[in-house]
Structures are given as C-alpha cells and as structure tokens.
C-alpha cells in the first residue's frame, strides 16, 4: 500500500515505534499526532523527509478537524492507513477515582478515537482500499484490580472495532484491532517481569507493537495480541471466568500493575 498514513500517540511508546516502523513502507507520508511538539519534531527529523507532525491534544472539540484539514492541506486531502494508538491511563480503584476517573479515561482512550475515525472516515473511504489500525490492550479482555477505567475504554474500542469492521468491508476501508499486554519501554521497564523467567514471555517491545500495527494494518490482519501468548489469557476469560477473576483479585496481579509502573498520563500511550 503506498499513500499516507496517519499515526495518533505518536511522541513515544508504541506510537514512535510505528512511525519509524512505516518509515520501511512504500509511503508517500508519514502524520505524527500527538500533544508534545518538541517530540514531534524530533521524531519527525528521524523519520525522514517524508514524516509531518501535527501537536494536537485529540480530546480537544477541534482536533478531528484539525486533522483533516492538516491532511486536506499537506497530504491533498488522502488518507490510507489511520493508526488510532493515542491513549493513557490514570490508576485508581472505582471506589477511590470513580465515575471522574472512567470519565477522563473514556474521553481520551476511546470517543477521541471514535470522533477522529467519524472525521477521517469519508478520506478512508475515498482512498479504498483502506485501512484503520485501532490499538486496544490485553487489558481490554482481562481486567485487573485499579485498571477498570483503562480496560473499560479498551474494552469499548475492541467491541467497536469488531462493529466497524462489519460495516466497512463493503466500502473496503480494514480495520484491524491490535492488543498489547504488557510493553517495555522507557517509561515501563517492566523490570519485575523481565527479570523472571516464569513471566518474560508476557513482556514484548514496542517494536514487535509497531510490527503487529503494520500486519494488521498494511497486512489487513484482522487482530493480534502482543506478545501473542495473551491471547490464552483472553480465551481463558470466556472459558474459565471464575479462575480468572481469582487470579486477578490476588495480590499477585496488583504486583503487576505497581511495580510494571504501569499507569501514568505523561506518555501519550503505552498499551498494558
């Protein structure tokens, strides 16, 4: 596929990993969006010349616009691959963050995606054949204890991407789902988990991410987790729910999620 591609949390994570990613794809633009400019335009220079960026927060009621007029004046209005990777999380137990905490979580992890895709999707359409790449979690099939807002918002994004995909297959816009479990970065070394061998295989990069955002995108791919060993995790939901949730109840799963560091709203995405 060549033609543009736009992706969303793009200063860090998952996101920077995909840009630089599509930089080995036959594409004649590369849209970083993401709130922190400094980073855009680093990222942007490593890319390459074919990399543009737009700073822009997508919770903000303007920026689906933003974006397709960016698109509409830099790209001649063309769109091939939209990568919906923006996303974050604020921990908290619903009776300690409540409904607030599900509220901010929702609006950035899964209406923002939504309301960008309703801006982009006559572009995706238009440029058929098409793709949409929406980055979930593990989460958003297993819940732990503290992450109910994260995986709700994830939870949402998987079940709409399975809609979307439905309704788009006569138009030939794809959409693929990608869930990542936990993914060691900068901010998340993951340091508690890598150091086992028992639970290092639960642990993957960014760059084995941006592949499986390529495979599913580019690749039309319907979904992958990553590492792929969490998809017994997520089978293992629907077959054995009661061991699952005594599993994620003990203190072995919030260990998880404390020492992986794995909430924090810095970064514009990192996918647990």
Request: hydrophobic share 50%.
């Amino acid at each position: 596929m060549s033609g543009v591609a736009v992706v969303t949390g793009a200063s860090s994570g998952i996101g920077a990993a995909t840009a630089r990613r599509l930089a080995a794809e036959p594409l004649e633009r590369i849209v970083l969006v993401a709130r922190r400019e400094d980073r855009l335009r680093q990222l942007a220079a490593e890319v390459g010349p074919r990399a543009g960026w737009l700073a822009v927060d997508l919770t903000a009621p303007e920026a689906p616009v933003q974006v397709r007029e960016h698109l509409q004046r830099e790209c001649d209005g063309r769109l091939d691959l939209l990568v919906n990777n923006a996303g974050s999380s604020w921990r908290a137990r619903f009776a300690d963050g409540g409904w607030e905490n599900v509220r901010r979580t929702m609006e950035l992890n899964f209406d923002a995606q939504v309301r960008l895709t309703e801006a982009l999707l006559p572009l995706l359409r238009a440029c058929a054949p098409s793709a949409i790449v929406n980055v979930a979690s593990v989460a958003g099939r297993v819940s732990r204890a503290g992450t109910g807002a994260y995986s709700a918002s994830k939870a949402a994004l998987a079940a709409w991407s399975d809609a979307l995909a439905a309704e788009e297959a006569g138009s030939g816009v794809h959409v693929g789902l990608v869930l990542p479990g936990f993914i060691a970065t900068e901010g998340f070394p993951a340091a508690e988990l890598t150091e086992r061998a028992a639970t290092r295989r639960l642990v993957s990069s960014a760059d084995v991410a941006a592949d499986a955002i390529v495979a599913a995108g580019l690749g039309r791919r319907a979904e992958r987790f990553v590492p792929r060993p969490w998809a017994l995790a997520a089978s293992l939901r629907v077959l054995a729910p009661g061991l699952i949730r005594r599993l994620m109840a003990g203190g072995s799963a919030s260990a998880l999620t404390t020492r992986t560091g794995a909430e924090r709203r810095d970064a514009d995405h990192e996918a647990q």
